[in-house]
Structures are given as C-alpha cells and as structure tokens.
C-alpha cells in the first residue's frame, strides 16, 4: 500500500509519520544496504542516515515520479554505494565470502515475525540460478536493465520477462 | 491497451525496482490511473519484495530509531529560517504557475480551433476521394470487361497497319463472330483535327465493297480508346479512314489510316 497520509505528515515534518514510516521499510532498507555492505556494523550507520535522507527530503518525493517504496529504495541503494567507497569499508570488506542476498538467507535462522520465513527459505531452495542473479543486480543493486544484461551476457530482451518470472515465483511461493 | 499484456510484459516489477527511465515512470504513472488491476498488481510486487528484502535484513531494527530521532531533533533548529524564505518562493512559483495556466488555456484554444478546421478540410478531401474511388472503379470494370473479351479464344484479332497519310498509326479489331460485335483499339492513332471524325469500315475485297460500322464520335472522352460497335458482316478486311463529322457513305481513301485483312 501507498501509505498516502503518512507521506503529506512526514512532509509536515510530523515525527510519529517518520516512525511509522521506519517500522514499515526500516527492514527493506536494512536489507537492501546489508546485501550491499554485507557489514552489520556499517549496515546499521547507512541505516540511520537513509532515515535521515528521508525526513530532510520528504519533499522530493512526489508520487507521480514513482512509488514511495521505490524512493526509498532508491536512497539505501546510493547510501550503501556511498558506503563501499569509504575506508571502514574496503578494510572490512576483505574477508567478506558471502556474494548475494542468496548467500545470506540460507545461512539464516532467525526472521522478524513480519516475514514469512518458510516461504522465503522455500523460494530460495527453488529459485533458479539466473533469477537469483537478475533478482540481486536489478532490485537489491539498482542495476538498469542495460547493465544487467551485460554483466550476466544475457540479451536485453529477456531481462524484463525473465524477472517478471522469477517474481512471479516469489508472489506464487509466498501466496500475495 | 490491453492491460493484462502490459502487465504480463514485466515492466511494473521494473517501476517498482525503479530501473525504469522517468519517461517510462511517467508512461507507467499514466496507466497505474487508469487501470486498478495494473495497481493491484503493483501492490502485489511491493508487499513480495518487501518481504524478500526484509528477509534479508540481520535482525529486528527497532534500537536504531532512538539515534534517527536524536539526530533529527538537534538538526530541526536551523531548518526554521530556511521555511521563512521558502513561503516566498511559493508565492512566486504560485503566480508562475497560474500564468502558465492561462498561456496553457490559450494555446489549447488555439490548437482546438486548428483542428475543427482541419476536420473540415479532411471532409471535403474525403468527398473528393470518395468521387475519385467511383470514377476508378467504373475504369476498373471497363477494363476487365475489354480483358475478358481479349482472352476469349473465339475472337479474332486483326491487326491494322498503318497508311500512307501517317505511317506512325496504328489499330487492330477484335472480332467477336458469334456476337457480330468488334472491338476496335485506336490507341496508336493520333487525334482527329477539330471537324474530324474516325469512320470504321468493314470491307469485302472482291470486289470492294466498304460498310461502315460507324463513327467513333467520342475518341477524345474515351480513355481506353477501345470502341465497341456491331457488325453483322462478313468483312474480309478492315480500315479506318478520317471522315467530316457525321461520317460518309463511302470511305475516304486518301485519308485511310489504317487496313488490315481477315486471316481465316
């Protein structure tokens, strides 16, 4: 859902909108800048400072240019990017073995009740090699579909359908 | 547009990711408004990736909005002065907004009047196509009657070579029998002078006996320069001669165009 109300208070510099508004994507851009950064510790600071993006640029946002949630996404993709640029990260980034969000949902035990843990382990078991891919470079990266078709040789025809499946799944596993 | 295509074309996952250009952004804005099941789909990608996404966070994050709203509340002071100046700009922005209006309310005035001019002109043009398509379809079944009679294996045809008086002419006669009808083709014969008239002749050779089958008064209307006339006959030959208006009895000979023998 757009959560429309929420967005005019938080534009209204309305602060209980700002927490509503962590409760409901804190975990997404948690995950987005994790997957990224695959460090808890940086992972936790970009956290903060997306959240603080959002509340001194809430009037950037405007629906006609796309969803709230893409915004968001937006800004803890370039935060976490920012991140790999700094020091703190290219000297915890050396002993890093995970490569995607893939890696670290199996090796995961512990959810927030808010996810439906089966389904995403299910999924994750069945999902096919080149979803996981396309998946990882063009949501949790931001990847264009130009780069994405690129960085896996795939042509740019099928980048679009072929995610389109590979979500398809992921609505089908988890019964949205 | 057909919705379910366009969904299943995958580019709503693509808005959501927001891999999309802005002008595709807006594209996708424009149909979101039209079609609910493209919004109910929408929705149904975001909540799957919402959960895909928060799967993949470490641990539940709640601890972490005490340090967002510390450092909001000591950044909140000096936003204050930075509104003051803003409401100015809002005012502007107003007034440059509803000038923009009325030079848009114009200009949409304007084009509609273009275009229920435009419309009236595209109607005449119909009319005149329309008249043209009757025109050509009236060509089209005259000259698929002169092909069928062509192709008729029964009929005659007589070539007639040009005379001295021009000797660039030419005609030839199809000669349908059992109808008593011929076609005469002048195509290779050049204008009658004003005044003057093509008369076709059928003729017995021995000895000469001319019949005239007629006039061809219409030779300049005729685009096909295929005439029809009856002939009972039984030519041996036949010519073509240029006659005073009205026709003659008898041909003209030094004004025969063109003459061509029956090979039966």
């Known amino acids: 859902m757009q959560p429309t109300e929420l967005i005019i208070a938080l534009q209204n510099k309305n602060q209980a909108a700002l927490k509503s508004i962590y409760d409901m994507y804190s975990a997404n851009v948690y995950g987005i800048v994790f997957n990224i950064l695959k460090d808890e510790t940086l992972s936790e600071e970009v956290v903060q400072d997306v959240f603080i993006k959002i509340w001194n640029n809430s009037n950037s946002y405007s629906e006609k240019k796309g969803r709230f949630f893409t915004w968001i996404l937006n800004i803890a993709r370039n935060a976490a990017i920012d991140k790999t ?63 994405t078709a690129e960085e896996l040789d795939i042509p740019l025809g099928t980048v679009k359908t072929r995610n389109r499946i590979c979500i398809d799944k992921l609505k089908q596993v988890l019964e949205i | 547009m057909d919705i379910k295509a366009y969904i299943a074309s995958g580019i709503l996952e693509l808005y959501v990711y927001g ?37 993949v966070a470490p641990e539940d994050t709640h601890d972490l909005f005490s340090k967002i709203e510390n450092k909001i509340q000591t950044d909140s002071d000096p936003v204050i002065p930075i509104h003051r100046k803003r409401t100015n700009w809002t005012t502007y922005i107003g007034w440059a907004a509803s000038i923009a209006l009325l030079i848009g309310l114009f200009n949409q005035l304007n084009k509609n009047r273009v275009l229920r001019e435009k419309i009236v002109k595209n109607q005449i043009e119909q009319q005149l196509l329309e008249g043209k398509i009757n025109v050509a379809e009236e060509d089209l079944n005259t000259a698929k009657t002169i092909l069928s009679v062509l192709r008729n294996k029964d009929i005659l045809q007589i070539p007639l070579q040009a005379q001295q008086v021009d000797p660039n002419a030419y005609a030839a006669v199809y000669w349908d029998k059992e109808n008593e009808k011929t076609y005469i083709d002048v195509a290779g014969l050049p204008t009658p002078p004003p005044g003057k008239v093509y008369q076709v002749w059928s003729l017995k050779l021995s000895p000469l006996t001319p019949t005239s089958l007629g006039t061809l008064d219409t030779f300049n209307e005729n685009d096909h320069k295929i ?38």
């Open chain 2, 227 to 264: 005439f029809s006339l009856a002939n009972p006959n039984d030519s041996e030959a036949f010519g073509i001669t240029l006659e005073p208006e009205g026709g003659s009895d008898s041909p003209t000979l030094e004004m025969l165009y063109t003459l061509g023998t029956v090979t039966s």
């Open chain 2, 19 to 55: 891999s999309l250009s802005e002008k595709e952004n807006a594209e996708v804005y424009l149909v979101l408004q039209k079609y609910p099941e493209a919004i109910a789909e929408v929705e149904r990608i975001e909540k799957s990736l919402q959960q895909l996404s928060g799967a």
């Open chain 1, 85 to 147: 640029r700094s020091k703190n990260f290219k000297n915890t980034s050396q002993n890093l073995t995970i490569d995607y969000f893939v890696d670290i949902l199996e090796d995961k035990t512990n959810f927030s009740s808010k996810i439906d843990s089966i389904g995403i382990k299910k999924y994750i078991t069945t999902l096919e090699p080149l979803c996981k891919k396309i998946i990882d470079l063009l949501f949790f990266k931001g990847f264009t579909q130009k780069e």
